[in-house]
């Protein structure tokens, strides 16, 4: 009944009703191994997941460490030399995109990173516009450890992005809730304007076909949670596809998991990582003289059983 009017009366949303478990958890720990160290801790948890009920704002990791006991390393590129490796990489979604241009220009390898940029070309391959970048890798994966090593990219409008994704995720005769595939976002730093939270990415799953739902397609938003000074430091992001679930972490520790949908996917998917670009309006709003960011990526690693 309690649940019931959570839902149906105030309207939760699903990181919302986690987290009021979350608080009876807490408090039913709160004097278990009496310490202030212990005490300060659990209080700090009890008022972020009430400013989570309230105010839907982000949380800190607190889940079980990572690891990775039992998983090998299948794939690192931690992005040595002058060029972009195309024999295990390539440019992905070149040309139109939302209000501006994917293209090939905006990514770079430097210093040990790859770094793609987002700012606004008087002489663009694609004419004038807002130009930014996106690759992913040739190689699909089904279930493993994802990891990337990054800095956000500052600024507002674009945003930094690690994700996976299947050939029809939005579909549900394809997707059937997830099984035939899904889209998940590992981390997506949509945070920088927010007053409250700026330090935070969120994480999501997106599929069709949901409970057998056929119009349209389901997601959903574990929440937004804090990395560590995010657009000055390297922070990693990671996501671990289980035969049973999704297990999110932030620098090693878990956020959420989640079995949403009818099952985790079973197919292999496109493994990416992007600056998106906002649409025309957000853009609008962006000094074409000015404006640059960019998003540094010092590697990326994925683990299999």
Known sequence: ?????????????????????????????????????????????????????????????????????????????????NTLNT????????????????????????????????EYLKDGLYGEGWYTGMVSLREKYCKGYFEIRCIVNEGSGFWSAYWIQ??????????????????????ESMSYDNFVGKNSVSQTVHCAGVDGVQEGFQSNNLGAFYGNNIYKEYNTYG???????????????????????????????????SLEIPAEDELNKLDKDSYKTEYIVD???IYQK
Request: hydrophobic share 40%.
């Open 166 to 187: 299947a050939d029809h995720p939005y579909e549900a005769e394809y997707s059937q809730g997830g099984v035939g595939g899904c889209e998940i976002d590992i981390f």
């Open 239 to 273: 996501l671990e596809w289980t035969d049973e679930e999704y297990i999110f972490y932030i620098n090693g520790v878990e956020t959420r998991r989640t079995s949403f949908g009818n099952g985790v996917s079973e197919v292999p998917e496109e493994v990416i990582v």
């Open 1 to 81: 009944m309690f649940e019931k009017f959570l839902v149906e009366v105030l309207k939760l949303a699903p990181r919302q009703m986690w987290a009021v478990e979350q608080l009876g958890y807490y408090f039913s720990t709160f004097f278990d191994g009496f310490s202030i160290k212990k005490i300060f801790a659990t209080l700090l948890a009890i008022l972020e997941m009430f400013g989570l009920v309230i105010f839907d704002t982000p949380t800190t990791p607190r889940g079980q460490e990572l690891d990775l006991t039992g998983y090998s390393l299948v794939f690192e590129d931690e992005f040595e030399g």
């Open 299 to 301: 590697y990326v690693r």
């Open 87 to 118: 024999d295990v990489w390539k440019y992905r979604g070149n040309g139109p995109r939302r209000g501006g241009f994917n293209a090939e220009s905006q990514i770079k390898i430097e210093d040990g990173n790859m770094i793609i940029s987002g």
